[in-house]
């Protein structure tokens, strides 16, 4: 199994992030999964005649990768995803590389959450905003699988 952080040892301003290139097989393979066959991402014709003059990526492809750093790297795997927020602020295009970055914002001592600040950058353009709520692994319950 992969390592993560523990509750215990999650400090305020402790950031994760992960990058990808957006395909053409990216966008078509999660319009499968997801169901999501909107026109937006798959009819260049029709995406011409929208407010993004062109095809763009499903939001929440770029959104999932938030879900992949929380649950791979930062806490890890093991983590909980309770709760996440999102606001898209620009449109994703096939060929452009998004970064997604988690951060520790608070911590629950009491309940042992986790408050994550989300988000998911092309370059310089932030195209995703947001916060998780997340319960990481703990040492107690490492310990309870031994």
Known sequence: MAAGVNFENLVIGQSASLGKTITEADILLFSAVSMDINPLHLNEEHAQQSIFKGRVAHG????????ALLGNSLPGPGTIYLTQSMRFRAPVRIGETVVATVEVASLDQVRKRATMKTMCHVGDKLVIEGEAVVIPPSEAMAEAAD
């Not at 929440?60 to 879900?67: A, D, E, F, N, R």
């Open 60 to 67: 929440m492809l770029c959104g999932s990768l938030i879900s």
